[in-house]
């Protein structure tokens, strides 16, 4: 079954999401490959504008969240991501 609501076409300058932002364990935000720090909302609003590579938009109770996209490959998951306290 696929949960994807979007499953954005990356531009080619699009970044990469390298580490989780967590607060209490929980998922606030996600820093990208230039070192910015996003918020979760942010995170989605950019994908779907092609703008993070490796992620699609997906819809749990009526939140959208960020979730990766499957590439063999899963050393570079979101939920294998390092993360940072905030």
Excluded at 48 to 61: E, P
């Amino acid at each position: 079954m696929n949960i994807n609501a979007v499953t954005p076409t990356p531009k080619p300058d699009a970044q990469s999401i390298t580490q989780l932002v967590k607060h209490g364990g929980r998922i606030e935000g996600y820093q990208l490959s230039s070192g910015q720090i996003i918020s979760k909302e942010q995170g989605v609003e950019l994908a779907k504008a092609g703008a993070i590579r490796g992620v699609a938009v997906a819809t749990r109770n009526g939140s959208e969240y960020l979730r990766s996209l499957p590439d063999g490959e899963e050393s570079n998951n979101l939920g294998n991501l390092p993360s940072i306290s905030q």
